[in-house]
Every structure is written in C-alpha cells, then in structure tokens.
T-cell receptor, first 112, second 117 residues
C-alpha cells in the first residue's frame, strides 16, 4: 500500500495564480482532510470530507475549494493564490474521524 | 465548538529527565476522542495514541504515558527518561463524535520539545 500520497512536494506560485494540490489514499478510508501548518499555529483544518460527495469547511476554508468525487481522491484547489497561503499543506485520511489519521508527506507551497 | 490548547510552546530538557506535555480541550459533547501525534524534525506526522471519552484509564507504552482527566478536561503526555530521539513537535487533537456538523479533527498548536544530550 502506498498510504497517503501528495503531489507536488514543492510548488512556487505567483500571486493570483491557481493550482490544485493532489491527495490520494489507497486504504479505502472514508474520512479525508486537508491541514495547513504555519510556524506557531499548529495544524489548522482547511476542509474535510466524511465520504464521496460530502465535504465541509474546517477552521480556515477561505481561498480554498475541495471536492470528493471518489473515495480515493481529495484534491485541494487554490482559486487565486495569495502570499498568506504560503504554508506546508498536509492531507490525511482515516477510516472515521474518530480513528488514527494517516498523513501524507506534505506539500511546501510558496506564493510570491 | 471544539478547541485544543497546548500552553507550552517550547520545552527544553536534558537527556534522561522526565517531561510532561500539557493538553487542555474544550467540547460540549459527551462522546469524543483525543489523540497525540509526533512530528520529528524530518516533518512526517506520526500517530501515538487515541483515547475515547469513556475510558479514563491512564495508559503506558514504554517510556510514554498518558493521563486523561475529564474533570479538568486534560489529556497530558509524559515522557520518562527522555532521549534525544524524542526531540519533536507534539500535537494534541480532538474529534467530537456528534458535533454540530460532520465529525472533524481539530489540532492544538503543538509543543516543541528539545532534548539536550
């Protein structure tokens, strides 16, 4: 099993550009989520999904969109990148929200 | 609304000392789950423990132990005889079973532990 995979590992964007961070898992997990990690702020929940077709906002959803068309994939879209979105992004999955979460290796995003 | 507080931003200890990392949570649910994760300098996030709100028994795993007290809404983590390999950022997290929306997992801000040889 590959576990949770994220692409790309690194990305540099200019202000106003859009892009999609990819996340996939092969463990048949229902629950998937996106976090951003900033110094001193811990992991903040952006969006999450409890199953295919069901998504909801987390703590810091503004500027991001998600969709969940399959159990395996949970892409995160930045609509118009801003310097404030410079961060490390982690995707995670678990069987349920109450279970152990498996994290991807992270994507380091810089917005200039 | 659920909230996790880790008041200790950074802790430094000398190797072999014991250290306790504090975690205080807020929830209106009676059913919830608490977690600890470790993030070593390499950056990956590693699951350490999960505890449900109905199980207040303390747990010990090798040099690690966890003290769950519902009366004070705390879920503290103690490392006994710390080692340099324990140097990492430690996160406490909370998942409400029946929140106001779908279940989600909220993390605290983390405690950075440095173990000095």
């Amino acid at each position: 099993n590959a576990g949770v995979t994220q692409t790309p590992k690194f990305q540099v964007l200019k202000t106003g550009q859009s892009m999609t961070l990819q996340c996939a898992q092969d463990m048949n997990h229902e629950y998937m989520s996106w976090y951003r990690q900033d110094p001193g702020m811990g992991l903040r929940l952006i969006h999450y999904s409890v199953g295919a077709g069901i998504t909801d906002q987390g703590e810091v959803p503004n500027g991001y969109n998600v969709s969940r068309s399959t159990t395996e994939d949970f892409p995160l879209r930045l609509l118009s990148a801003a310097p404030s979105q410079t961060s490390v992004y982690f995707c995670a999955s678990s069987y349920l929200a109450s279970g152990e979460q498996f994290f991807g290796p992270g994507t380091r995003l810089t917005v200039l | 609304a659920q909230k996790v507080t880790q008041a200790q931003t950074e802790i430094s200890v000398v190797e072999k000392e014991d250290v306790t990392l504090d975690c205080v949570y807020e929830t209106r649910d009676t059913t919830y789950y608490l977690f600890w994760y470790k993030q070593p300098p390499s950056g990956e996030l590693v699951f350490l423990i999960r505890r449900n709100s109905f199980d207040e028994q303390n747990e010990i795993s090798g040099r690690y132990s966890w003290n769950f007290q519902k009366s004070t809404s705390s879920f503290n983590f103690t490392i006994t005889a710390s080692q340099v390999v324990d140097s990492a950022v430690y996160f406490c997290a909370l998942s409400e079973a029946f929140g106001t929306s779908y279940d989600k997992v909220i993390f605290g801000p983390g405690t950075s532990l440095s173990v000095i040889p």
